[in-house]
T-cell receptor
Framework: GAVVSQHPSWVICKSGTSVKIECRSLDFQATTMFWYRQFPKQSLMLMATSNEGSKATYEQGVEKDKFLINHASLTLSTLTVTSAHPEDSSFYIC???????????FGPGTRLLVL | KQEVTQIPAALSVPEGENLVLNCSFTDSAIYNLQWFRQDPGKGLTSLLLIQSSQREQTSGRLNASLDKSSGRSTLYIAASQPGDSATYLCAVRNTGGFKTIFGAGTRLFVKA
């Protein structure tokens, strides 16, 4: 089946630094990728939808200048958490699909801890 | 706005018991519905995917049903095992925008 990878799997950083998370589709071309975050003991919340070659669409309440998303190729999307603060500590998961009507496949997630 | 609710929030059962997890959604204009398993601190494992035109899907001891008109889905687990202990998430993918909305999950504990 289709595989989506994320890197890194976990990261610890100091408050104020920026962190980049990669999401890759390994054996298919992902025209659309979705980014989610999950706070402890809560469910996944959609942050943004990114389409290859265009600007991401952010959900209400998600700061686009803080969470920079780049989907520069059909196999890679990146999420950069700029000037991270402890409240940004969360589990970030991406999903990818060949087309909006196709099955979406989820990555294993990246755990971010901001000290 | 689509809302997904899962009941119960937590469930503890003895090993061997059959159980049902419930998921309800407010907007019936769905593209598909998917059940996931999530172990503590881990990512998602897809269990069953039901397309909007389907009524149920089965995989091993798992059976998921979908009733779009009533906005409900159930996940049936037969002969539960301690290894089934995890959080089970219901996720609805809408036709408009194809966004996926997750329920809060049901935390299942199967006692040996």
């Amino acid at each position: 089946g289709a595989v989506v990878s994320q890197h890194p799997s976990w990261v610890i950083c100091k408050s104020g630094t920026s962190v980049k998370i990669e999401c890759r589709s390994l054996d298919f071309q992902a025209t659309t990728m979705f980014w989610y975050r999950q706070f402890p003991k809560q469910s996944l919340m959609l942050m943004a939808t990114s389409n290859e070659g265009s600007k991401a669409t952010y959900e209400q309440g998600v700061e686009k200048d803080k969470f920079l998303i780049n989907h520069a190729s059909l196999t890679l999307s990146t999420l950069t958490v700029t000037s991270a603060h402890p409240e940004d500590s969360s589990f970030y998961i991406c999903s990818a699909t060949e087309g909006l009507e196709e099955t979406q496949y989820f990555g294993p997630g990246t755990r971010l801890l901001v000290l | 706005k689509q809302e997904v609710t899962q009941i119960p929030a937590a469930l503890s059962v003895p090993e061997g018991e059959n159980l049902v997890l419930n998921c309800s959604f407010t907007d019936s204009a769905i593209y598909n519905l998917q059940w996931f398993r999530q172990d503590p601190g881990k990512g998602l494992t897809s269990l069953l995917l039901i397309q909007s035109s389907q009524r149920e899907q089965t995989s091993g001891r798992l059976n998921a049903s979908l009733d779009k008109s009533s906005g409900r889905s159930t996940l049936y687990i037969a002969a539960s095992q301690p290894g089934d202990s995890a959080t089970y998430l219901c996720a609805v993918r809408n036709t408009g925008g194809f966004k996926t909305i997750f329920g809060a999950g049901t935390r299942l504990f199967v006692k040996a």
